[in-house]
């Protein structure tokens, strides 16, 4: 193989390489799982949301759950799981796959008190995406809890995946605390 024919191989493998990585750094795929975490109680107790995104490409219906999984004292931290997921997806043309969703912050502002949690995303769920946090309550009352959930939601390709937009949504829901 002469020169030219080296520089050729070298080029296309540095492309092989290139297109790998982009591949293998891509989220996964999330499916659509309709209304399944938004009509449970198991994962949804503190309430649900439907909040349409619109891209370039189509339309992603996502579903925000809020549950909390221990029960609310002043003593213990309180554990709340809040789910991600995928409703349904239209109008996507034949190079894309589907629509998936990252996340990247999650902040519960408590208004009685002031008090403020954040989270650093870890971890994945199967079908969708979720966060998990504890939250400690000082005061016996009911509290007013706004959750403010940013993400990203991806194009994923046959090949690899592109972020689409950045958005943050902000959730109320009241917990009395005993």
């Known amino acids: 193989m002469g020169p030219r024919g080296k520089i ?4 296309l493998l540095i492309i092989v390489v290139i297109i790998a990585v982009w591949q293998f750094t891509s989220p996964a795929l999330i499916p659509s799982v309709g209304t399944k975490y938004v009509s449970s109680t198991q994962y949804a107790n503190r309430g649900s949301w439907v909040v349409q995104e619109v891209s370039g490409y189509g339309k992603v219906f996502l579903a925000f759950s809020i549950a909390n999984l221990t029960y609310p004292r002043t003593t213990l931290p309180t554990s709340y799981s809040i789910i991600v997921s995928k409703v349904n997806e239209t109008a996507l043309p034949a190079y894309i796959r589907g629509f998936t969703v990252k996340l990247t912050a999650l902040q519960i502002q408590d208004s009685y008190d002031g008090s403020v949690l954040s989270w650093a995303p ?9 966060a998990t ?46």
């Open 8 to 11: 050729l191989t070298s080029l």
């Open 122 to 130: 870890s971890g994945n769920f199967p079908d969708a995406a979720q």
């Open 133 to 178: 946090t504890l939250f400690n309550f000082k005061t016996s009352a009911n509290h007013q809890l706004k959750f403010t959930i940013s993400y990203q939601l991806y194009e994923i390709l046959f090949i690899g995946s592109l972020l689409d937009q950045s958005a943050t949504q902000s959730f109320n829901i009241t917990q009395n605390v005993v």
